[in-house]
T-cell receptor
Framework: EAQVTQNPRYLITVTGKKLTVTCSQN?????MSWYRQDPGLGLRQIYY???????DKGDVPEGYKVSRKEKRNFPLILESPSPNQTSLYFC??????????????FGSGTQLSVL | TQLLEQSPQFLSIQEGENLTVYCNSS?????LQWYRQEPGEGPVLLVT?????EVKKLKRLTFQFGDARKDSSLHITAAQPGDTGLYLC??????????????FGRGTQLTVWP
């Protein structure tokens, strides 16, 4: 089954404790992206990757890091989490951009709470 | 700055009513997509419109792409409780520096009461 898998689903942590949210896709997609979703603000892009070893900042990259060493994996790293990073996070993937017909596949989300 | 403005933000209607959700921008997009998201899940693609003026139908849902490729609308006929969810529009940029990036609107939360 084609899917994007995120882990963990729920995470409660404390300020300053480094954490990683994993994301893996089994569709051989070139493009992967991380979003955060907050009430009233919609989906905001954190980082995206057009292919292996190619990553770029989205609209809200501060406080986050990513890496793309393998095509299937795109982990999101919070080196020193702060309470304003409490949010619902989504990983997504799609095939390479071809005139905007690509379907973006989303994971089920990671609800992060930073105390 | 929000590239795509969706309206209304909230919509609460009775079963059987019709409704329209709007997605507007001052920018041109190579395509517009509509996603639907249910609680606890990620968004799922409903439709992609690519050509200016294009109309697509998905059962009781009708999607339209504006002639200038800057806006889109979603019309639901005879809404049902199963239509309840968050509807998101998203546009693929066709600008050189942001080519291929997908921008999302803030969403319309639709609730259909039995």
């Amino acid at each position: 089954e084609a899917q994007v898998t995120q882990n963990p689903r729920y995470l409660i942590t404390v300020t300053g404790k480094k954490l990683t949210v994993t994301c893996s896709q089994n569709m051989n997609h070139e493009y992967m992206s991380w979003y955060r979703q907050d009430p009233g603000l919609g989906l905001r892009q954190i980082y995206y990757s057009m292919n292996v070893e190619v990553t770029d900042k989205g609209d809200v990259p501060e406080g986050y890091k990513v890496s793309r060493k393998e095509k299937r994996n795109f982990p999101l790293i919070l080196e020193s989490p702060s309470p304003n990073q409490t949010s619902l996070y989504f990983c997504a993937s799609s095939s390479r951009y071809q005139q905007g017909r690509e379907k973006l596949f989303f994971g089920s989300g990671t609800q992060l709470s930073v105390l | 700055t929000q590239l795509l403005e969706q309206s209304p933000q909230f919509l609460s209607i009775q079963e059987g009513e019709n409704l329209t959700v709007y997605c507007n921008s001052s920018s041109v997009f190579s395509s517009l997509q509509w996603y639907r998201q249910e609680p606890g899940e990620g968004p799922v693609l409903l439709v992609t419109v690519v050509t200016g003026g294009e109309v697509k139908k998905l059962k009781r849902l009708t999607f339209q792409f504006g002639d200038a490729r800057k806006d889109s609308s979603l019309h639901i006929t005879a809404a049902q409780p199963g239509d309840t969810g968050l509807y998101l529009c998203a546009g693929y940029s066709d600008r050189g520096s942001t080519l291929g990036r997908l921008y999302f609107g803030r969403g319309t939360q639709l609730t259909v009461w039995p």
